[in-house]
């Protein structure tokens, strides 16, 4: 679904039939696993991992841009989105992290953060979704539990 079909269009805008509003708090839902509950926002790791270290975060409430949030929302989401991106900094170790918000697709606010390793050529765009590449269910769990060690201060005890 995008801006091509207006009239869908912006009943999503609107938050009805939101498809990041009916599956973002589930623990797993068929793209993604919830990583963690915060304040503001819902942070999911994507089952398609062949960007290796994507991971959202989804504003919990349906609001499509940035000028819809409270100054208290909006603070507290980039908070928790620089919370997020201390998290993958220390799981996997990037050279950069690129932060995007797009919502193309889906007009639920979410932000991307795309780990760039040094390997990697910074002029080219990211095309998360180029390929697929899925992980074992151990391997998602490992990440997962290490993301959170992170935000819970707690990552150097289990490393
Ligand atoms: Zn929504």
């Known amino acids: 679904m995008t801006w091509k079909d207006p009239v869908k269009w912006e009943a999503m805008k609107n938050g009805k039939d939101c498809p990041f509003c009916l599956d973002i708090r589930l ?5 993604s ?12 790791l994507p089952r398609n991992q062949y960007w290796r270290g994507w991971v959202i975060v989804a ?11 409270t100054a208290d929302e909006l603070s507290g989401y980039w908070q928790e989105v620089a919370l997020v991106a201390k ?10 992290i690129n932060y995007a918000i797009y919502g193309n697709l889906c007009p639920h606010l979410h932000c991307h953060l795309f780990p760039q390793q040094i390997g990697n050529d910074p002029h080219a765009p990211i095309k998360q979704n180029a390929e697929e590449v899925f992980l074992t269910e151990a ?21």
Not at 27 to 31: I, L, Q
Not at 59 to 69: G, I, Q, S, V
Not at 142 to 156: R, T
Request: without cysteine; positive net charge.
């Open 59 to 69: 504003l919990k409430r349906h609001a499509t841009e940035l000028f819809e949030l």
């Open 87 to 96: 998290a993958v900094q220390r799981v996997f170790h990037p050279v950069k």
């Open 139 to 159: 391997e998602y769990r490992q990440i997962i539990k290490e993301l959170q060690a992170v935000m819970n201060g707690s990552f150097d005890s289990i490393k």
């Open 27 to 31: 623990e797993e839902n068929p793209y």
């Open 33 to 44: 696993f919830k990583v963690a509950e915060l304040s503001q926002s819902i942070v999911r």
